[in-house]
């Protein structure tokens, strides 16, 4: 099966959004094995809508189309829609049930315009929305689905994920797909690459691997197709288990897991409390750790001590400390870890201080110098790195890297 | 004149990347007064990137193309721009040294897929890329110019910038065009709408207004376009004039300013100094802080007091009050805000204290109810805000807000 996907509104082409729609649609009929021809971004207008409708009906047999629809903008779209399907416009009861549910849970009244919202094309199958005002809408013309959605991510997504796909898969006999991502921390691309090389090499031919880098982070993503679903789960887990025996220590979860919500879990689930102690990072792991819903069961608080009297005053690491060895040093990161510890009474907690730059580099300590050290019952760890020159990401890859370095104390 | 955008790749299909090149090159073609007709993501295949060139002709006196270069993909891309301008490739002693030159500033050797990198079609002139090693492309045909580019964002962009549309502005005759965005705090798109909308309605008729909203931020960008550039500059420069009389009190910096940067620059030029204490935001604040290069002249530290408990043994902020009040209230926030001013000995300090959500809120105190605090040598003040249900978006309306009260109260 192949798709072409058509997002419709003058703002993608002005630049004023960012069409991530496109590659969530991408992404999603991707992993359910439907490959997709084109993504094409089309003015609000009649005569172009029509064409890219044709154009990709010759592409594809499958054709998703967003955006175009809401009190606002309604006409030109459902307009074209009928003109291309050969539709009458009717108004759906059940349709204006589901509109009015919507005013009434945000405490409004429905207009004329949202009435006109319930006309829906007389041939096609309507897919409701129950996040908004404006329905899917699915067509077949000349064994071509082509399906209408609104462009509001949080309405679009649903009828893909819970409509769209499984029918497809229902209707179209689609290959039984499988996947899973395993998240990785502390290896660059090109090493886990040497790494796991011999694994890879070995896969069966049904199973793909995707490395899907982000700062700090290396995803693989395995994906097996066949008949069975039951069968391509026991493969791909089976080729997890492998896999962990050779890089099992930088693994830190699975699919859309953060290292903050593992940390977290891992605390909550042990009991365990934690507190932090930053200099470069500058409160961008309490950042972290603090956006996860409910994190006070097991975060105290922060010490950003990003001047260096601030690291004496308030964390007591030794002036004499500070001059001679720098605040980018082994004897001052293990102060700041083991005060953390202490003032906000914490079974754990994370110190870092480093040069994140640009500026602030030396011979001896060159920009993303990066000192790490993590307190525990029983010890303190601290371990020195170096990250690259940009200051952004120099911040990202330390936090990842101190939430990791706590992670392997708490789940052991 | 009108454009076409083509971006090349396998990766933008199945969702792996975002397309954020198209957006970059739609805004920047807008402001400078090309229409942009359609944006089309195709696949790394020779027949589908020659059908895209041959459809953008037709559509298009401009096209725009990314992506499908680079050492392991330069060949279906480039021999597709052969085939379609009838062209040869002829190795290019100046692009090679490019290369070359890339190469020796990484360290690295030049291989023989390199060496080819620096092929390119005889009919197209060269534009150069200081960042990589896949040089710009620029092709006329019929009557339209065909600009091929790298995919990388950090290449591609100065080629747009610095070379394409310059270029159009002088062979192209294009209108002259000048923007300007003003940014806003603290009012709502609707209320803000309604405060200028007399503004807006007595704005000249080569004077656009668009609204560019972002959580907690309103964009105002003024677009004008005539004959002479300096006409434009001021006429955009007098009705800021005009607005400012208006929202003066919201407007905070233009274009590309952020708050931190804008709040950092006043500190550094006041020779002022600045701490945190922070409990809903947990961190973020001193995180936006941090982020810029050089913070450490103006800022010396935070507190994430995220526990109760820690409000009182690091903030000293009374347990009664703690008690009586709860720790989202007037008496609490002060006692922070003060706390942290002597603490860290700095001249400003900032608190906060709210129920982020989406889990914590009451009757008496339902999610998003927030307090800030700013402590000045003066004085401390403190107000009480209503966010929304959204804990991401409370976390960072609460930062802004309160980066806003500091801004105030530092450039008085």
Redesign the interface.
């Known amino acids: 099966m192949k798709a072409e996907i058509i997002s419709i509104g003058d703002e993608?082409?002005?630049?004023?959004?960012?069409?991530?729609n496109?590659?969530?649609?991408?992404?999603?009929l991707?992993m359910a094995g439907i490959?997709?021809?084109?993504?094409?971004?089309?003015?609000d207008n009649h005569d172009?809508i029509f064409e890219?409708l044709e154009?990709a009906g010759k592409h594809a047999d499958l054709v998703l189309i967003t955006g175009g629809l809401g009190p606002t903008k309604d006409d030109i779209t459902k307009q074209t829609l009928c003109d291309f399907f050969g539709s009458e416009l009717v108004f759906n009861e059940l349709v204006f049930e589901d509109v009015k549910e919507i005013f009434r849970v945000r405490g409004r009244q429905v207009s004329e315009l949202n009435r006109k919202q319930a006309e829906v094309p007389d041939n096609c199958t309507v897919i409701r929305n129950e996040h908004g005002t404006a329905s899917g809408m699915w067509f077949e013309k000349d064994g071509v689905i082509f399906v209408s959605m609104p462009g509001v991510p949080f309405e679009m997504k649903p009828m893909v994920s819970n409509y769209i796909i499984p029918n497809l898969i229902e209707k179209r006999n689609l290959p039984a797909i499988f996947h899973k991502t395993v998240l990785t921390q502390g290896v660059p691309e090109s090493e886990m690459a040497a790494m796991i090389e011999n694994w890879e090499n070995s896969l069966p031919p049904n199973v793909k691997l995707?490395y899907?880098p982000q700062p700090g982070i290396v995803r693989l993503r395995l994906t097996a197709s066949g008949k069975e679903r039951a069968d391509q789960v026991s493969i791909v887990e089976n080729e997890i288990t492998r896999l962990s025996e050779i890089i099992g220590d930088y693994i830190f979860g699975f699919d859309k897991d953060t290292l903050e919500e593992i940390v977290g879990n891992l605390l909550r689930k042990k009991g365990k409390t934690i507190s932090?102690a930053?200099s470069c990072?500058?409160?961008?792991?309490?950042?972290l750790?603090?956006?996860i819903?409910?994190?006070?069961d097991y975060?105290?608080?922060?010490?950003?001590?990003?001047?260096n009297?601030?690291k004496n005053?308030?964390l007591n690491v030794k002036n004499k400390d500070l001059e001679k060895f720098g605040a980018v040093s082994e004897p001052v990161i293990i102060q700041m870890a083991a005060a953390a510890r202490d003032?906000?009474?914490t079974d754990f907690s994370i110190a870092t201080s480093g040069v994140?730059?640009?500026?602030g580099g030396t011979d001896e300590k060159p920009v993303g110098t990066t000192w790490i050290a993590v307190a525990t019952p029983e010890k303190v760890i601290a371990i020195q790195f170096h990250f690259g020159e940009h200051?952004?990401r120099n911040?990202r890859r330390t936090a990842l890297m101190a939430l990791d370095m706590l992670r392997k104390e708490v789940v052991n």
């Not at 496109?22 to 999603?28: C, L, R």
């Not at 490959?35 to 003015?43: G, I, L, T």
């Open positions: 993608l082409l002005i630049g004023q959004v960012v069409n991530t496109a590659s969530w649609i991408g992404e999603q991707t490959s997709v021809y084109q993504a094409v971004s089309v003015a172009h890219a154009t995707a899907l932090t930053e990072t500058g409160g961008y792991i309490a950042h750790i603090t956006s819903s409910g994190s006070s975060y105290k608080g922060s010490v950003v001590a990003y001047a009297e601030i005053k308030i003032m906000f009474g994140a730059g640009p500026t200051r952004g911040i």
